[in-house]
């Protein structure tokens, strides 16, 4: 597979998440943990039950405060088996998060702008630049700090790439595959234009579990990840 599917367990139950879980079985080997499981499914406990079973966990906490906590705090994630962790992308966040994750096997993400944020919103959060440029800025931090990659929509893949290089993890949300709603997201993309922007990883999670049969959502992703075609 040109890349690995995460299913965002954005539940907030823990019996709904290990039901999903269970529903989806072998087909997906990757799970995302954002702050509705984590604080309310008691989600570092499914994470780590998780990874007991074998599983890769992505505790997507977007995680920022002063050097001394981000470094504690990202160490203890280390500690867990995690094989991801967002950060937000400031450049002195993402430093403090590389040296606690040396030597680990985690990843620590940087997160540049949210899929649900256009340029209208960058604006009004402050920022001089479109969304692409605070992209683009965060990608270069990001590679500088030595962190091990990028969470940016799929439409900033490609640039993301050609600044971070052939090693950093792409993360992306804001994957609907056709005929899903958009929800809340505004820089979307499918599955298999996503990969073949750069992507590395492809973030799901309403497309399938919110779906009458998750599983069956599940393997048309994958189906769509292996071949680059939609299926109906």
């Known amino acids: 597979m040109a890349g690995q599917l995460i299913v965002g367990l954005d539940v907030s139950s823990r019996a709904r998440a290990e039901e999903i879980v269970a529903l989806l079985g072998d087909s997906v080997d990757f799970y995302k943990i954002g702050y509705q499981c984590f604080y309310g499914a008691d989600g570092l406990a499914i994470g780590k039950a998780l990874i007991a079973a074998g599983k890769q966990v992505f505790f997507d906490l977007k995680l920022l405060d002063i050097d001394n906590t981000v470094e ?3 160490a203890a994630f280390a500690d867990t088996g995690a094989a991801m962790l967002s950060i937000h992308a400031y450049p002195k966040t993402m430093r403090a998060a590389a040296k606690a ?5 985690l990843c620590v993400l940087g997160v540049s702008v949210l899929t649900s944020m256009d ?12 969304a692409a440029g605070l992209v683009a800025l965060r990608a270069q931090q990001a590679r500088d700090a030595g962190i091990g990659g990028v969470v940016s929509s799929p439409h900033e893949a490609e640039m993301v790439r050609t600044i971070v ?3 950093l993890a792409i993360v992306t949300p804001g994957i609907r595959p056709g005929g899903a709603a958009m929800g809340d997201q505004k820089r979307t ?8 922007a750069g992507a590395t990883h ?12 998750p599983a069956a959502a599940a393997r048309a992703i994958l189906a769509e990840m292996n071949t680059g075609s939609s299926i109906a």
């Open 119 to 130: 340029d209208a919103d960058v604006r009004e959060a402050g920022y001089e630049r479109d």
């Open 189 to 196: 993309m499918g599955p298999a234009a996503a990969l073949a």
């Open 101 to 105: 994750a040396q030597g680990s096997g």
């Open 72 to 74: 504690k705090g990202v």
């Open 202 to 213: 492809l973030v799901v999670a309403r497309p399938i579990i919110e779906a009458a049969d």
């Open 165 to 167: 290089g052939p090693k």
